[in-house]
């Protein structure tokens, strides 16, 4: 299992707005509270798919019956970022600036997250570094957020 | 190639504003009222209307959608048909499109087409919570809420911090859009930002909001209600304003030509839709006197502006910033001051401007012989990792 040891737990209050866990992506929040990122995957082709959607390799399957969820390596690159300097959800105030960034993995799919860690990107116009996922436990919300920071080197 | 068979064959003939805050209505009597000014400015009867469009930006929570069939009696018409149409920035053109293809069949000889939004006084009242901006417009169900995704300021700062990264553009450059529509708007009495100029230095000393984003990178949240009547060539003839003609119209959707998680952020689904718009009309972009170009934030109209080839792919800092699209530049953009500094009503907005630069109604920010307006809208969903997907371009003509 891909367990990042810098994965950490935040067990107070939530004042933020909750994730939108709905049937298709539900088995998604529960990878993560199991600390695996995962990714759609077509079985018979290999294209990887985020969020849930139809193989756009072949015609006339069934919805999704080449694909299933598999986990993920973790790891992608900045493909863009911003830093947010105003909060507006008050839930967000304690935390600005944050840098929101749009995060290609490995597999292929964008992904979207915070970065969080010492090593924050500033200057927008350099993209590319490397990133990692984070996991951020909240037990008692019962559900994880996927976080990511930089890796060096 | 020679005119598709359709240009020239509908037109406006009514137009009818409501602008400002509107603490005390509903976007449906506003929308009522907008609607009964443009019935009124064409020289029409409630009785003439045989049809409407609800143009709403139906977005997220659908806050928006909350106003239901009760419309058209409060208007007061006996309508042969009643629907709601919108995606985002895109409705003026959606739904245009729509009622063209209702009178196309007579079902209708006059369709009113209105929108109106309360985003303004609604966030009076969710300030009061602590929230910023329009909180009410989307409560729930998009990826990254809990990350702290704002949706449109997150999203579109992503796509200007991507052109930036990939073309070297700078938040002067696109401080240049800023300044540009403000100078236009302190020619329109009806903008929000009207006598109130800004330089680049105010741009970037406004506050950074989602950088590379400041402050006066993004459009107005407003309040107000825009409608319009569109009926045939003919009949626009014996109505009591000049007909403004559908030239041509044409869509692009993103998703049709990138994988879907659509990468390439820093462009818009221009090609297709200028293709298709360009080919009706039989026109050349030379032909354009002005632009109204969806401007949500800053960046969307230097994209748009490289996308439809005023410029090349990459230059459209250095283009804004010689002042091509300012008062007395190459080509006039958002002349009355646009969503950044007039107020937000989607590609209302732009079709509105349209109608009076080419009735020749625009005062001050008159463009001399106005012939042919360009005006695009911009919209769809917003779920991470994507962006807008709709374009949308319309041209308009003195002319049929
Ligand atoms: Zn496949």
Known sequence: ?153 | MGKHASSGKYAIVGLGVIAGPQPDRSERMIAAEAARLAIADAGLTRADIGGAIDLRRTGGGGDRANYSDAFTRVLGIKNNFYFTCGRGGALAGLGMAAAMSYLDRGIADYVVLMGAVTDWSQSQETRKKGFRGMAHAEKRGYWGKPLGDSRAVSHHSWMAARHMAVYGTTSEQLGAISVAERQWACMNPEAKMYGRPITIEDHQSSPLVAEPYHLLDMSQVSDGGIAFILTTADRAKDCARPPVYVLGQGFGEVSADLWWEKKNFTHMAVEPAKKQAFSQADITLDDVDCAQLYDCFTAEVLFQLEDYGWCKKGEGGAFVADGNMAPGGSIPVNTGGGLLSCYHLGDLTGLAESVRQLRGEAGERQIEDCDIVLTTGHGGELVSPGMCSIHTCTLLGRHA
């Not at chain 1, 049937?23 to 077509?42: I, M, P, Q, R, S």
């Not at chain 1, 069934?62 to 986990?71: L, S």
């Open chain 1, 1 to 153: 299992m891909n367990v990042n040891p810098q994965s950490y737990t935040v067990d107070l209050d939530w004042k933020k707005p909750y994730p939108s866990i709905d049937h298709d992506n539900e088995a998604f929040w529960d990878g993560l509270k199991e600390h695996k990122l995962l990714v759609w995957k077509c079985q018979q082709c290999g294209a990887v798919y985020w969020p849930k959607a139809y193989c756009q390799n072949h015609e006339n399957e069934p919805f999704a019956a080449n694909c299933e969820w598999t986990e993920a390596s973790g790891r992608g690159k900045i493909f863009a970022f911003n830093i947010h300097h105003w909060a507006f959800h008050p839930g967000f105030k304690e935390e600005v600036p944050y840098v929101y960034a749009l995060i290609e993995l490995e597999e292929g799919p964008l992904i979207s997250s915070q970065l969080v860690g010492d090593d924050l990107p500033t200057d927008i116009h350099k993209i590319g570094q490397t990133v990692e996922i984070v996991y951020e436990d909240h037990p008692a919300q019962g559900f994880t957020l996927p976080k990511f920071r930089v890796v060096r080197g």
